[in-house]
């Protein structure tokens, strides 16, 4: 890790580990409670897409390791690792690490407060999905001044995946 400052966020969720692994694999789970949609199962040495619809985002994500129930490595545009680790066969404990952020120091900073936020949110909308099947709609409702319609996003985005605005 070149830079020293990452984003963590954790939780306990009540479900078995393959399931909350699981959840981060299939889009089709995934879509319950972070993103809109995914171009398909993370695979490792694969490249998948996440699309925000409501955001007028989205991320290529490209697969770095799998170990199945345990961890998963991406890197889109940062490097994101989430452990999976199994308390008792109805508990498991999830760890999200991002880091490798780039940009001046205050930049810096800045993107891994919004990083842990995010995940936490993430984190939050898993658990309440995986263990009550509750849609909390969390990732949606944050930034309600900043959802789009598809008339008003343009299709350049940079490297990370944001987006710019018209």
């Known amino acids: ?11 306990m ?7 909350v692994y699981e959840a981060f694999i ?7 409670f972070w993103f809109t949609q995914g171009s398909g199962r993370l695979e490792a040495g694969k490249q998948a897409e996440w699309v925000w619809e409501m955001y007028g ?7 770095l390791e799998l170990e199945e129930n345990k961890r998963i490595l991406i890197d889109w ?13 109805s508990e498991t404990h999830v760890t999200v690490t991002d880091y490798g952020f780039q940009g001046e120091p205050d930049e810096i ?6 990083s842990t936020e ?15 099947g509750i ?3 969390l990732v949606h409702d944050k930034a309600p001044y900043a959802h789009v319609k598809v008339s008003e996003v343009r299709d350049e985005q940079d490297d990370r995946g944001e987006v710019e605005f018209t």
Request: charged share 20%; proline share 6%; glycine share 6%.
């Open 57 to 63: 985002a989205k991320a290529p994500v490209q697969v």
């Open 1 to 11: 890790m070149n830079n020293p400052v990452a984003a963590k966020a954790e939780m």
């Open 77 to 89: 545009g940062t490097r994101a690792e989430w452990t999976f680790t199994a308390l008792s066969d």
């Open 135 to 137: 849609q909390l709609n």
């Open 13 to 19: 969720i009540r479900r078995p580990a393959s399931e």
């Open 109 to 114: 900073v800045q993107q891994a407060i919004g």
């Open 26 to 32: 299939d889009p089709a789970i995934t879509t319950k």
């Open 118 to 132: 995010g995940f936490t949110i993430v984190l939050c909308g898993a658990k309440a999905y995986l263990e009550h």
